[in-house]
């Protein structure tokens, strides 16, 4: 399976660490959903499949996966309670380590039926 890539055009307005950061995301999500749909809702890549979704983007102070609920990223949370985050969303500093494997239950939680 070929994974899409992200635009170039939307890479090259990042700074480096960003940039790798975001891709390994989304590489990440393609390679374990593969069924995903990407588009760009808000400026941000989203994954769509069924009813659930992801978006992933960079803010001022870090890198984010967004979900619409709480309880998709509460595993994550629980795994690493230093982890900044908002009411569905996880925010990654650039310092922080993003543990990619750990991000499997949140991304489940949102494409898989249940």
């Not at 949370?77 to 925010?91: E, T, Y």
Request: aromatic share 10%.
């Amino acid at each position: 399976m070929k994974i899409p890539q992200l635009p170039a055009d939307y890479l090259s307005q990042l700074p480096a660490n960003r940039s790798e950061r975001l891709t390994s995301l989304h590489c990440f999500i393609v390679a374990q959903f593969p069924e995903v749909k990407l588009s760009f809702k808000y400026k941000m890549p989203t994954y769509e499949s069924g009813s659930g979704w992801v978006s992933i983007a960079s803010q001022k102070h870090y890198v984010s996966l967004y979900t619409c609920e709480r309880k998709h990223i509460q595993p994550y949370i629980d795994a690493h309670p230093g982890v900044k985050c908002g009411s569905g969303c996880l925010n990654f500093r650039d310092s922080d380590t993003i543990v990619l494997d750990d991000l499997v239950a949140v991304l489940s939680s949102v494409f898989e039926p249940g």
